[in-house]
């Protein structure tokens, strides 16, 4: 239909009454409105956009009558709900009432001394027997208004608890009020030990759950959190699946919010086998005669190693005579940390000890006291071995009875002879240490030909070790020290020391330190030191090594590195705000003080002034031919007394 016809068709205008424009008449009888859209199409082909229109305005409609239904269906279930909910409590008694709820705020005022059960202490005879016990809700199921499944955990073991109406003991209410309670609350929990009809799928316990009696609150989780304990222990799916941690929650969310994630299982695995590592490394070494001490960290001097000062008060205790020693503390480590396997801050367990022939009788303690705790991460510790491999699929590790011991010089000629080469595609040296990737190829090479996860380089060069390290008496290129690898990388750093002191004198200057300002260091060995030697494991790495994590911050519980705290925008606050500048004293005043002649009115103190803000470079504070009135501090000058008025 042309312009021109659809005109024809619009009702005259008389001349006395309201002027319509030509646009609106088309809007009246195209659209039935008064006004057209700037999207309308008024072309002569808007007729086929018209029906267009008016299937999108019946589709409207019928979604407006729906929602209209759906609103009334959804009040008229509202009502019958309330009417539910108040039948249910005019049925329910104060005996039922009490199965349920919030407990007082736990505030230790009295102590029944009431026996709680621990999961791990469950077992199929128990069926039949009520037990109490405290867990944090897991999951919750909802099977309908009569029956909710709920999971309980406590720690690494779930429970799957069954909470059904039953007449006289569990009303509707309460089944109500537990399926909203939120996951990561703690409960207290009373109920029977029953055998499901068929296995439990998704908790730890397959053939046992708890029938509910009694539920009550002791701790509500108050926040939304960004994941649950549940959802980051879900497998990815197959396609997703990469190297490394198979999971659904990426770890950078995981360590952005730490606290949840320790709560998985995986979690509270991995650092249980991290207790297993340093309870077996203090217990191995007590039953080798040495004693735990504890030393500080502070150094009066910058040194030339990131951690490797960390061995110098150990070789101060051997000086004082105590032979054999360990430690196990915290170790802080001034290098570049932003790599898959460094940390600011590391747990080091250390020993030092007297040797009588030769440096290698360190290195066999260490060594049996590493396979100790292989032994026993697989052997006792296997369920949480089997835990972690659920998200970090890896091998068991393999070591053998005799643990292969290789020269630094074999380990370069076994690279280079592969066809190894260094990132500028050069062959590799024997007289400069290894980087990550070099060791990781050797581990490659070393497993290929011994069939062992772990064993022993020895002999690096001089350039590679810290100051202490005593020379190779054949070749003074290399040293007396070694490391310990594990999976292809290193885990363990240790050697002979130096014990003479001009030697060591000599050394420390040609690596730049000052002897003078090490001199409670010296003095052990200007008095006397036997000859000795030490070693030093880094806790979280040998961790993640051994069950494959990938990411050392994963081995660490709350792990520090470069980014651990970024910078924050404070608001400058004055040492002392009494002596602001911008609210000075007198302001506080009343009026008259204002009025008040200068000398008389309160200002502030001048050391005050400079603690705030600084001492100007014009003063004159410490001149004795100036003096400075107190009246005045404010001023930025001096002024002879003399000249003052």
Same mark, same amino acid.
């Given at each position: 239909m042309s312009i021109k016809l659809a005109l024809a068709k619009i009702k005259k205008v008389s001349s006395d009454s309201e002027l319509v424009s030509p646009r609106r008449s088309i809007a009246q009888f195209m659209h039935g409105r008064d006004f057209v859209?700037?999207?309308?199409?008024?072309?002569?082909?808007?007729?086929?956009?018209?029906r267009k229109e008016l299937r999108r305005e019946t589709r409207r409609k019928a979604k407006s009558q729906s929602r209209s239904r759906a609103s009334e269906e959804s009040s008229f279930d509202l009502v019958r709900k309330k009417e539910r909910d108040e039948q249910a409590a005019k049925e329910e008694t104060d005996e039922m009432r009490a199965r349920y709820g919030d407990l007082p705020f736990m505030q230790s005022r009295d102590r029944p001394r009431q026996t709680l059960a621990k999961f791990d202490s469950i077992t199929p005879d128990m069926a039949g027997q009520e037990i109490t016990f405290r867990a944090r809700l897991h999951v919750v199921r909802r099977m309908g208004q009569k029956l909710v499944f709920l999971v309980f955990r406590q720690q690494v073991i779930t429970l799957q608890g069954v909470l059904t109406e039953k007449k006289g003991e569990i009303s509707i209410l309460m089944i109500q009020w537990a399926e909203h309670i939120r996951v990561g609350s703690i409960l207290k929990v009373k109920g029977v030990i029953r055998k499901p009809e068929v296995p439990v799928i998704g908790t730890t316990m397959h053939d046992l759950e708890v029938h509910i009696q009694e539920i009550h609150v002791i701790v509500r989780r108050e926040e939304p959190i960004p994941f649950s304990v549940y959802e980051a222990e879900l497998p990815a799916v197959e396609e997703e699946k990469i190297e490394g941690r198979r999971t659904r929650v990426p770890d950078r969310t995981r360590l952005s919010n730490r606290i949840l994630d320790l709560r998985t299982d995986t979690s509270q695995s991995i650092f249980r086998i991290q207790s297993v590592i340093s309870s077996y490394f203090r217990s191995t070494l007590d039953s080798m005669g040495f004693i735990e001490i504890h030393t500080p960290k502070l150094q009066g001097a910058a040194t030339e190693s990131g951690a490797s000062v960390f061995?110098?008060?150990?070789?101060?205790a051997i000086a004082s005579d105590f032979e054999r020693v360990y430690e196990i503390g915290a170790v802080f480590r001034a290098e570049n940390s932003n790599t898959h396997r460094h940390l600011t801050e590391y747990t080091g367990l250390d020993i030092e000890m007297a040797i009588e022939e030769h440096y290698h009788e360190s290195l066999e303690v260490i060594d049996q006291v590493i396979k100790k705790i292989f032994e026993v991460i697989y052997g006792k510790h296997r369920r949480e071995v089997q835990l972690i491999k659920h998200q970090f699929p890896s091998e068991d590790l393999v070591w053998l009875d005799k643990t292969p011991v290789i020269t630094f010089s074999e380990g370069i000629r076994m690279l280079n002879e592969s066809g190894w080469r260094t990132e500028d595609g050069k062959e590799l040296s024997d007289l400069e240490d290894i980087s990550t990737r070099d060791e990781i190829r050797l581990g490659e090479l070393v497993k290929e030909k011994y069939h062992t996860d772990y064993y022993i380089m020895d002999k690096f060069p001089a350039s590679a070790r810290p100051f202490?390290?005593?020379?190779?008496?054949?070749?003074?290129?290399?040293?007396?020290?070694?490391? *310990?690898?594990?999976? %292809? !990388?290193? *885990?363990?750093?240790? %050697? !002979?020391? *130096?014990?003479?002191?001009?030697?060591?004198e000599e050394r420390m200057r040609q690596m730049g330190v000052d002897p003078a300002s090490m001199e409670e260091y010296m003095e052990g060995f200007q008095w006397g030191v036997p000859p000795h030697a030490g070693a030093g494991i880094g806790l979280e790495r040998m961790l993640m090594l051994i069950l494959k994590l990938g990411n050392i911050r994963l081995a660490s519980m709350f792990h520090r590195d470069p980014k651990s705290f970024p910078a924050q925008d404070q608001p400058m606050v004055l040492r002392h705000p009494e002596a602001s500048t911008l609210h000075p004293p007198w302001e506080s005043n009343s009026t008259s003080a204002n009025e008040a002649p200068l000398i008389e009115r309160k200002f502030q103190e001048l050391a005050d002034l400079i603690a705030n803000y600084g001492d100007a470079t014009s003063t004159s504070w410490f001149d004795e031919r100036f003096q400075y009135p107190k009246f005045v501090p404010q001023l930025f000058g001096w002024l002879k007394e003399e000249d003052f008025d």
């Open positions: 859209y700037s999207s309308d199409d008024t072309s002569e082909d808007s007729e086929s956009m018209s061995s110098l008060a150990k070789q101060m202490y390290a005593m020379p190779d008496p054949n070749d003074n290129r290399f040293t007396n020290a070694y490391d *310990i690898f594990v999976r %292809g !990388q290193e *885990i363990v750093s240790g %050697g !002979q020391r *130096i014990h003479n002191p001009i030697m060591l």
